[in-house]
C-alpha cells in the first residue's frame, strides 16, 4: 500500500463496505474509478505535453521560500521552551 493518507482511507472504506454492505461496493469502484481517471488525465497532459518555453511575466518571488526555509532551519535547531512545552501537551493528548 503506497505510503499515502488518501490511498490507505479509500482502502478502508471500501473493504468495510465489502463487509459491511456488499452491494455498495460496485458503486465505489466506479466512482473511484471515475475519480483517478479525471486525475490521470489532467496529470497525463502536465507530464507528457508539449512545453511552451515562454518566461514569466515576472519572476517568481524567492523571498517567502528563503524565509520559510530560514523558519525550519532555525526550529531544526532550537525549539523554544514554550513550543516544545506545546508539542508535550498535544502528544499526552492525543496518546
Not at 6 to 15: M, R
Not at 18 to 39: E, K, Q, S
Amino acid at each position: 500500500m503506497p505510503p499515502f493518507g488518501v490511498f490507505a482511507s479509500e482502502f478502508l472504506i471500501i473493504t468495510t463496505a465489502m463487509h459491511t454492505y456488499p452491494w455498495t461496493t460496485p458503486f465505489l469502484l466506479v466512482a473511484l474509478g471515475v475519480a483517478f481517471a479525471a486525475i490521470f488525465s489532467r496529470v497525463q497532459h502536465m507530464v507528457f505535453g508539449e512545453t511552451t518555453g515562454k518566461r514569466l511575466p515576472h519572476p517568481p518571488a524567492l523571498v517567502p521560500v528563503f524565509v520559510h526555509l530560514g523558519l525550519v532551519l532555525l526550529l531544526g535547531l532550537y525549539i523554544p521552551p514554550y513550543l516544545a512545552n506545546w508539542y508535550r501537551q498535544a502528544a499526552a493528548l492525543i496518546g
